[in-house]
């Protein structure tokens, strides 16, 4: 479990708190009162997404489909994640906030994907 200061950091965020309540446990890690999801509780609110949760959703069961995963996560990893990530934990929320809240760590917070492109293109 990663309970580093980035991925504190990461986790000191509307978005991710504002889940603490549907998916919280009572053994989950707090850190001075943030709640700090595992890496399992993440990917259960990808399920929750468009997208995924017609992928990986067989029936009523929800399957993590390893496939689907693997490949969702390495184009993540390959064309839209340019942050240095130090644990799963650290990339699953990277993932979450890119496909969920259209968002992007910079190293210090969370910011909108298409501010990102627009301060991209301010140096060019």
């Not at 942050?83 to 190293?107: I, V």
């Amino acid at each position: 479990m990663d309970t580093s200061e980035t991925y504190v950091k990461m986790c000191d965020c509307l978005e991710i708190q504002g889940q603490r309540g549907n998916l919280m446990h009572q053994h989950d890690y707090l850190i001075d009162c943030l709640w700090l999801p595992r890496q399992d509780q993440i990917q259960e609110m990808m399920y929750e997404l468009p997208p995924f949760k017609e992928k990986w959703t067989i029936g009523v069961a929800r399957v993590a489909c390893p496939n689907c995963i693997t490949l969702d996560l390495k184009d993540f990893s390959e064309d839209d994640c340019k942050m240095l990530l130090e644990s799963m934990e650290q990339l699953w929320l990277a993932f979450y906030m890119h496909e969920k809240h259209q968002k992007t760590w910079d190293g210090e917070k969370w910011v909108d994907l298409d501010k990102e492109e627009v301060d991209e293109n301010k140096y060019s």
